[in-house]
């Protein structure tokens, strides 16, 4: 019969997307969210500073690529 192996303990990993830590505080999860939302506002800078794109279509990206990521 084959032993199955070791399992590793670790401080923290992400799990569907979330980071899980050993503490139980989601302090450190918060963080990693905004930090994502600011990466992915600031790789929209050319649409943000493009005027031939509506303000409607602005908010739309902001509601589906960075509200997304923060929530």
Known sequence: MKSIGRCEVVQSFV???SLID???????EIRRRIQQARVAMTK???????HNITKATKMSLVQSLV????L
């Not at 929209?44 to 493009?50: A, C, E, N, S």
């Not at 509200?67 to 923060?70: A, E, R, T």
């Open 15 to 17: 799990y569907l997307g």
């Open 67 to 70: 509200f997304f990521i923060f």
């Open 44 to 50: 929209l800078t050319k649409i943000w500073r493009d």
């Open 22 to 28: 050993n503490s139980g505080s989601c302090k450190n």
